[in-house]
């Protein structure tokens, strides 16, 4: 019943939509400060 509602109604699928989101800005900020932090332990490193 509850993917029923998930996928089949109007405010499941925005609900869908923002929980994917969320995950995708997580991914990518992760993404950055990971980069940030290599970028700054060579400068420290050199």
Do not use: Q, T
Request: charged fraction near 20%; hydrophobic fraction near 50%; proline fraction near 0%.
């Amino acid at each position: 019943m509850a993917w029923e509602l998930l996928f089949g109604s109007d405010i499941g699928l925005m609900s869908l939509g923002v929980i994917v989101g969320v995950l995708v800005i997580g991914v990518v900020m992760g993404k950055m400060y990971s980069n940030k932090m290599n970028e700054e332990s060579r400068k420290l490193g050199k």
